[in-house]
T-cell receptor, first 116, second 118 residues
Framework: AQTVTQSQPEMSVQEAETVTLSCTYD???????LFWYKQPPSRQMILVIR??????QNATENRFSVNFQKAAKSFSLKISDSQLGDTAMYFC?????????????FGKGTKLSVKP | DTGVSQNPRHKITKRGQNVTFRCDPI?????LYWYRQTLGQGPEFLTY????????KSRLLSDRFSAERPKGSFSTLEIQRTEQGDSAMYLC????????????????FGPGTRLTVL
């Protein structure tokens, strides 16, 4: 069974600083996809970044980047130059091809507070 | 592209009543997913449609739950004889599909329907 673990229930960071959110996963699949989603308070979940397991290069999206360590099954999210609007729940998620599902498997989330 | 929409956004009901939620996916997305999110948890998969066919159901989806996607467009999720344990946020997501395998394309989420069962 696939599992996703986020070991940091809550984190805080000062505006303009850098913060790293941790995520580990467990799978026997060799081909899979990893995601970070952001869920602001009372707002909908939006995609932050996506990583294909077959790509060695770490994905980046503006101030957001990941550190993907396939052997260690680790997928951390780094947010640079944190902004107040980054305050949200962040979910790490996993999916893999094959079968008829394709559903996302989520971690429990990390609540990030960006302080002025 | 107007994004995934869900209605209603909030629903308060009494135990034992039936409720129905609607999801309108991004147009041309042929894959549609329902998830349930309880307080302090990540979303959990409920069911999956490819076009109008319901291809997968989680064990979380008891026989009180039913979902449809007529004509492969919008989808409805109905809960019969609601229980207090059904209180949660119900999220809908869609993905493009096409020739790609399930599990390879990105899912886009709606704002959710928050259900409170009194």
């Amino acid at each position: 069974a696939q599992t996703v673990t986020q070991s940091q229930p809550e984190m805080s960071v000062q505006e303009a600083e850098t913060v790293t959110l941790s995520c580990t996963y467990d799978t026997s699949e060799s081909n899979y996809y990893l995601f970070w989603y952001k869920q602001p308070p009372s707002r909908q979940m939006i995609l932050v970044i996506r990583q294909e397991a077959y790509k060695q290069q770490n994905a980046t999206e503006n101030r957001f980047s990941v550190n993907f360590q396939k052997a260690a099954k680790s997928f951390s999210l780094k947010i640079s130059d944190s902004q107040l609007g980054d305050t949200a729940m962040y979910f790490c998620a996993f999916t893999y091809p094959g079968g008829s599902q394709g559903n996302l498997i989520f971690g429990k989330g990390t609540k990030l507070s960006v302080k002025p | 592209d107007t994004g995934v929409s869900q209605n209603p956004r909030h629903k308060i009901t009494k135990r034992g009543q039936n409720v129905t939620f609607r999801c309108d996916p991004i147009s041309e997305h042929n894959r549609l997913y329902w998830y349930r999110q309880t307080l302090g948890q990540g979303p959990e998969f409920l069911t999956y449609f490819q076009n109008e066919a319901q291809l997968e159901k989680s064990r979380l989806l008891s026989d009180r739950f039913s979902a449809e996607r007529p004509k492969g467009s919008f989808s409805t999720l109905e809960i019969q004889r609601t229980e207090q344990g059904d209180s949660a946020m119900y999220l809908c997501a869609s993905s493009l599909g096409g020739w790609s395998e399930p599990g390879t394309d990105t899912q886009y989420f709606g704002p959710g329907t928050r259900l409170t069962v009194l």
